[in-house]
């Protein structure tokens, strides 16, 4: 194919794509498409390649960007392992644009380009002992910590820097120390012969001369040294210490018999008294430091390729500090592990750690609580901005792996506060959710849909709310109001007309895969040919039955109080039954529901007396036929237990009357409520036909 005028006017490259053919190394050409040939005649005749239909219209010389020397074009190499005696062949010879491989500058900048012993020319990206080189003369003296010149920053080098010249210092204490001084010990009686006077025998005398060596003008510069190190930045901090424990990991006593000088002069009792202090700083390190993962494996892995000595064996592991994000520390954390052991590859692990680590991560926890605090502050405050959805996606988002979501947090009120914020658009005026003050609108509440998913995740992802009667209540109240809140706070509730049964059974139908769904965190859409925005608000009330009746069925044991999850349904009785309904299904869920109402009722007479004042005989009416004509006696006596109180309360219940009426105009009295039910409700009736 011949290129368009158009592309004819820009340079080719052409670049062999087979390295093993190449001489070039990892050289670059570039070649400036800007540039013009200064003579038209300088272009080439055109070449044609028939196999690959390409054209060539003319060549230039590229323009030679840095290289290393080894990839230079104009010069040959030679390549050896290691040869730095002088320089072999052609490799001092240099272009402008040729680089020292080990210093990383202009080869002719450096200064150990053809110098005997050393020969910089002579390096290349392919000898290891050339590498090492580079490594050395680019990361100095961390060089043996593994580390790659990316993970190298300024604290690194600053404390690779103290850390060399702590080393040359503590060569030339530790020399005065391995030559030890001549100590003369107290005058002996002499035992040649001739006998000579104690002191004046030159044999006894030599005998009673001893070489001591004192660890003390060591043990002063290394204390000195650390010092200095905890003064510095995190990073410089481990460098140093690090360096220091393989310094005097390994020193050697050259005494031959055990000399106890003290704890600083003997290098026995020094050295791991000194080995005490780095590692316990170390450990706290590695804890409260946010190192980077690779770099904190490093400084792990260095510590354990340091030889110790037979009096240092204790130090061996005590740098396997467990990660943050580790799997059993983790669910330990969590409270998902109470032993403190797993079970990996068919051997048991224990979390054990010593007490400078735990007292570390106490710390940190500390300091993650605080902060973890104002974090829980951001889903409110997104709430203040208007920005609803972002508000509860944040409540269930975790910052990380350890860290839980601040839905794990959430108390019962806050989380009807923020149903009331997600439904109503409407926050308090405070600044924190807990603060009392009149609401005010913030922007738009979240739609329905977006609500009943939002409003379970927070109930299965904490096991406390989840067990709360109170919370379900909660919920029951929320999506049985309207999105008006008043400025006091106080909801509106609605009276839900009761949909068609073929409607209710679909969206029972739909909601058992549903709820399945939420409760492994998966990301739901609600259908939408069963929540419709005709019947939006009924199709959220009947999930959130449904959501009950699962937790009934599972939790029933660990409720303390069912009536209030009852009287939130308000005046949707309809929802209510079919609560019950379902809930009558299992024989021993239906018994435990109903003590628990009847005990609820037995402890909560005055209580329940001044709310049926406030709501009327209509509401009253309707709750108690709604227990009376239930199919199960179990479940009438509610309604039975009920009539009791008011007949005993009389006095308390000017609106008694007008219930009677009430069970007229319903013809409670001609229903087959059964023999027990009958006979309580015809006295009851007959109490106001008497009077």
Not at 673 to 684: I, M
Request: aromatic fraction near 8%; include cysteine.
């Amino acid at each position: 194919m011949r290129p368009s005028k158009k592309e004819e006017e820009q340079n080719i490259i052409l670049i062999s794509d087979d390295e093993a053919e190449s001489t070039l190394g990892s050289s670059v050409l570039l070649v400036d498409p800007l540039e013009k040939p200064a003579l038209e005649e300088e272009k080439s005749e055109e070449v044609v390649d028939e196999e690959c239909d390409l054209v060539v219209t003319f060549c230039k010389k590229a323009n030679v960007m840095p290289h290393a020397r080894y990839d230079c074009t104009m010069h040959p190499f030679e390549r050896t392992e290691c040869d730095r005696c002088s320089p072999l062949g052609k490799n001092a010879d240099i272009c402008d644009q040729c680089y020292c491989y080990i210093c990383d500058k202009l080869a002719s900048e450096c200064e150990n380009w053809t110098v005997p012993a050393l020969c910089h020319c002579n390096a290349h990206n392919k000898s290891k002992f050339w590498k090492d080189q580079r490594d050395f003369a680019l990361a100095g003296i961390l060089v043996m910590f593994n580390l790659e010149l990316a993970d190298i920053d300024a604290d690194l080098r600053h404390g690779g820097d103290l850390l060399l010249k702590f080393i040359q210092e503590l060569s030339v204490e530790y020399n005065k120390y391995l030559a030890g001084e001549e100590m003369l010990h107290t005058q002996h009686e002499c035992f040649c012969l001739p006998k000579l006077p104690p002191g004046q025998c030159d044999v006894c005398r030599s005998r009673s001369m001893e070489v001591v060596y004192k660890y003390s003008g060591v043990f002063t510069l290394v204390t000195r040294f650390l010092n200095q190190a905890e003064k510095e930045n995190p990073k410089a901090t481990a460098v140093m210490f690090l360096g220091a424990a393989k310094e005097i990991a390994l020193h050697k006593d050259p005494a031959i018999n055990w000399q106890n000088l003290g704890h600083t002069a003997s290098l026995k009792i020094a050295v791991p008294c000194l080995l005490q202090r780095i590692t316990t700083r170390l450990q706290r390190m590695l804890v409260l430091c946010d190192f980077p993962k690779s770099l904190h494996e490093k400084f792990v892995n260095f510590f354990q390729s340091i030889s110790l000595p037979c009096h240092c064996f204790g130090f061996s592991n005590s740098l396997n500090v467990m990660p943050w994000d580790h799997v059993l520390l983790t669910t330990v954390l969590k409270g998902q592990n109470v032993t403190g052991q797993r079970t990996l590859r068919g051997r048991k692990v224990f979390l054990w750690e010593p007490l400078p680590v735990i007292e570390a991560r106490m710390e940190k926890l500390v300091d993650k609580k605080k902060l973890r605090h104002l974090r829980d502050k951001i889903p409110f405050y997104l709430c203040k901005s208007g920005d609803f959805l972002d508000a509860a996606h944040s409540l269930l988002f975790p910052v990380n792996s350890l860290a839980c979501c601040t839905a794990c947090r959430l108390t019962p009120f806050e989380y009807e506060v923020y149903l009331k914020m997600f439904r109503t658009g409407s926050v308090p005026g405070g600044k924190d959710i807990l603060d009392p003050g009149l609401w005010i609108a913030a922007g738009p509440p979240l739609k329905d849909g977006v609500l009943i998913k939002q409003a379970l995740k927070l109930l299965y992802c904490n096991m406390s709310l989840y067990r709360n009667p109170k919370c379900w209540s909660t919920l029951i109240m929320i999506l049985g109001s309207s999105n008006f809140l008043e400025k006091s706070g106080h909801l509106l509730p609605m009276s839900l007309k009761e949909p068609p049964l073929d409607f209710q059974k679909g969206v029972l139908a739909a909601s058992c895969g549903l709820l399945k769904e939420l409760k492994a965190k998966i990301n739901v859409s609600l259908p939408p040919s069963i929540f419709s925005p005709q019947l939006h608000h009924e199709a959220c009330l009947i999930l959130a039955v449904q959501a009950i009746q699962q937790m009934v069925f599972c939790d029933l044991p660990y409720l303390t109080s069912f009536l209030e999850i009852a009287l939130a349904f308000g005046n949707n009785f309809w929802a209510l039954r079919l609560l019950l309904d379902h809930l009558s299904y299992e024989e021993n869920v239906l018994h435990g529901t109903v003590n628990l109402i009847l005990r609820d009722l037995h402890c909560q007479k005055a209580t329940m007396l001044k709310l049926w004042q406030n709501l009327g005989p209509q509401y009253v009416g309707e709750f108690l036929c709604l227990f009376l004509t239930c199919r199960h006696q179990k479940m009438q006596s509610i309604g039975l237990f009920s009539l009791n109180i008011i007949a005993e309360n009389l006095h308390m219940c000017p609106w008694a009357k007008h219930l009677c009426n009430f069970f007229h105009n319903a013809g409670l009295r001609h229903l087959p409520l059964g023999t027990a039910a009958h006979h309580e409700v015809s006295k009851f009736i007959n109490i106001f036909e008497n009077l």
